[in-house]
């Protein structure tokens, strides 16, 4: 089935350590996004990929950043995690910008930080 | 500023009817999409209206009025596993998604 992959489901990680977070999609869409979640908030994007067109929100820190080596994989790596970056962070993905486009969500990552 | 309003939670009785609303505020509008999100997991896509009216897929319909910028989704018959939290997305001129914080429906027996 098609899908939308993430790994791993819970990542655990020390203060000012760096991780990264990874998604891997089947659809083979264009657009892939990575949101971060905190409880009973909206998602928060973070930034998104149109093929290989990096786009970064005006407010995303420094401390994130994102890789898209191919179309299938697309990784989010913080630098050093502080306990504010402690929440569900969501990858999507989307057929391109047009019409009726439907994001498509992996089951999350979700970040603890010590 | 961009800015979508739903209520925080509601709560209804399993086999009723709820309508939860959303009002939107964004530059420009290129949809409206509603997603479902059970504790824990990632939100799933249930709807989609650009053009006003209601949209009806089974026990789930959408309603859109670009005029007002409002929408609301209507759940029928409601089940116990209905019990998420639903959100409302507005799609802006560029194409950005406009999200609310969600609305909690908890569905007491």
């Known amino acids: 089935d098609a899908m939308v992959i993430q790994n791993p489901r819970y990542q655990v990680t020390q203060f000012g350590k760096p991780v990264t977070l990874s998604c891997s999609q089947t659809l083979n869409h264009n657009v892939m996004y990575w949101y971060q979640q905190k409880s009973s908030q909206a998602p928060k994007l973070l930034f998104h990929?149109?093929?290989?067109?990096?786009?970064n929100e005006a407010d995303t820190p420094d401390n994130f950043q994102s890789r898209r080596p191919n179309t299938s994989f697309c990784f989010l790596d913080i630098r050093s995690p502080g306990l504010g970056d402690a929440a569900m962070y969501l990858c999507a993905t989307g057929e391109g910008h047009d019409g009726k486009e439907t994001q498509y969500f992996g089951p999350g990552t979700r970040l603890l930080v010590l | 500023g961009q800015n979508i309003d739903q209520p925080t939670e509601m709560t209804a009785t399993e086999g009723a009817i709820v309508q939860i609303n959303c009002t939107y505020q964004?530059?420009?509008?290129?949809?409206l999409f509603w997603y479902q999100q059970h504790a824990g997991e990632a939100p799933t896509f249930l709807s989609y209206?650009?053009l006003d009216g209601l949209e009806e897929k089974g026990r789930f319909s959408s309603f859109l009025s670009r005029s007002k910028g409002y929408s609301y989704l209507l759940l029928k018959e409601l089940q116990m596993k209905d019990s998420a939290s639903y959100l409302c997305a507005a799609r802006d001129s560029n194409y950005q998604l406009i999200w609310g914080a969600g609305t909690k429906l908890i569905i007491k027996p």
């Open positions: 964004t530059s420009g509008f290129n949809g």
């Open positions: 990929y149109y093929d290989k067109d990096f786009n």
């Open positions: 209206n650009v």
